[in-house]
């Protein structure tokens, strides 16, 4: 059933990607409740409605549930008691099972190797004994994941030397864990795909990917260096993951790309993801205009591309020697300035983005990053 325009989209999380969510849902009148940790959290101080509580809270789930018409998350590290509550109240898309396996490592792995999907060589750990094992079958380097609440390079530790296997299981507090074979990358890069309730489907990207210190840097459009062949399977893989998810919403399914040429999914994200923050000048339908239209029913977007664009990310770093120099970055032709309302900018913490469209993806990139270089002072 569709959702017309006056319904409640409520979204479990109330960060910058909910904030973004909301933003594109009541520009086309929809109204928005978020579960919110915090009145200052992004989501929360643009949204219509917000309900206190965390992410593990049942009751304050089932409170959202109660006042929307549809449930969705802007991030996966939801309990899943909390989402099976609101569930009950109100549909919750992209879908229980899609939350569930996206944001545990162990069963997003198990699940691609069970539907024929290639990823990095990898064993399940659940013990000091048995990550010794699982490095003598994966070999080193190899690279130890816990399974739950991992993100830009958290609950990860590198092992170089099978000698080290305790410091990285004592690292990573003795949790649940994936050890994953350490692969050589010419690339990493993303593709977005919407899936209505009617099985239409839409895709973004492939987006190519550039990371520092574990966390996205910097995105682009058209990827430089990707085989028609690679791109062409990384979008018929994306469609494949989405509908074994049976998903409705938005998923992201990250790719590394390896130097001898292989396509092997890292993971998967279902919901907007930073890598698409692009799409918001460079689409006719952005990520988030798209997951609305999803997840209320109504017929997708079109993702022409307006040109080649590219993003780059706005650390709290730059905010260590005093309010950023925005004039400087927005005296540059074609360069919009996104920022999410965190009232304390942290070393690390995403803060906003930048976005540019040029004639070329090159082009694109270079602008984003000078007018990311001018903010600073000092």
């Known amino acids: 059933m569709r959702l017309a325009p006056g319904a409640t989209i409520g979204i479990l999380g109330a960060g910058q990607l909910g904030r973004m969510i909301a933003h594109a849902a009541q520009r086309m009148g929809y109204r928005v409740a978020v579960l919110a940790q915090s009145p200052e959290e992004p989501a929360a101080l643009v949204a219509d409605r917000v309900v206190a509580g965390a992410l593990h809270d049942v009751a304050a789930a089932i409170e959202l549930g109660q006042i929307s018409d549809v449930v969705t998350l802007e991030v996966e590290h939801v309990d899943l008691d909390a989402a099976r509550a609101a569930g009950k109240h109100a549909p919750l898309r992209p879908g229980l099972k899609a939350l569930e396996i996206a944001r545990d490592r162990a069963l997003e792995k198990t699940f691609l190797r069970n539907i024929?999907?290639?990823?990095?060589?990898?064993?399940?750990?659940?013990?000091?004994?048995?990550?010794?094992?699982?490095?003598?079958?994966?070999?080193?380097?190899?690279?130890?994941?816990?399974?739950?609440?991992?993100?830009?390079?958290?609950?990860?530790?590198?092992?170089?030397?099978?000698?080290?296997?305790?410091?990285?299981?004592?690292?990573i507090d003795e949790r649940p864990a994936v050890l994953e074979g350490f692969l050589r990358l010419e690339q990493e890069v993303s593709v977005l795909i919407a899936r209505g309730l009617d099985g239409a489907v839409a895709t973004y990207g492939p987006l190519g990917n550039e990371h520092a210190h574990h966390i996205l840097d910097v995105t682009v459009h058209p990827v430089q260096g990707l085989s028609e062949e690679l791109a062409a399977e990384a979008l018929a893989t994306a469609k494949r993951v989405a509908e074994a998810l049976d998903l409705v919403g938005l998923l992201c399914v990250e790719f590394f790309v390896t130097s001898a040429g292989e396509l092997l999914i890292n993971e998967l994200a279902p919901r907007p993801h930073n890598s698409g923050h692009l799409t918001m000048e460079a689409c006719e339908t952005s990520q988030?205009?798209?997951?609305?239209?999803?997840?209320?029913?109504?017929?997708?977007?079109?993702?022409?591309?307006?040109?080649?664009?590219?993003?780059?990310?706005?650390?709290?770093?730059?905010?260590?020697?005093?309010?950023?120099?925005?004039?400087?970055?927005?005296?540059?032709?074609?360069v919009h300035?996104?920022?999410?309302?965190?009232?304390?900018?942290?070393?690390?913490?995403?803060?906003?983005?930048?976005?540019?469209?040029?004639?070329?993806?090159?082009?694109?990139?270079?602008?984003?990053?000078?007018?990311?270089?001018?903010?600073?002072?000092?």
Request: with cysteine; proline share 6%.
């Open 116 to 171: 024929g999907e290639r990823t990095a060589p990898f064993e399940l750990v659940g013990s000091l004994d048995g990550l010794r094992a699982a490095l003598t079958g994966i070999g080193c380097p190899a690279v130890l994941k816990t399974t739950t609440e991992g993100y830009d390079g958290h609950g990860q530790a590198r092992i170089d030397d099978p000698e080290l296997a305790q410091d990285a299981w004592l690292l």
């Open 337 to 378: 300035l996104h920022l999410y309302g965190k009232r304390e900018a942290r070393a690390g913490r995403k803060m906003g983005h930048l976005t540019a469209l040029a004639a070329s993806a090159a082009a694109a990139e270079e602008a984003v990053r000078r007018a990311r270089g001018l903010l600073p002072r000092g």
């Open 288 to 334: 988030f205009e798209q997951v609305v239209r999803a997840i209320t029913g109504m017929p997708l977007g079109a993702v022409d591309w307006r040109g080649p664009a590219a993003m780059a990310n706005l650390l709290g770093d730059v905010w260590s020697n005093g309010e950023p120099r925005w004039e400087e970055a927005l005296a540059m032709p074609g």
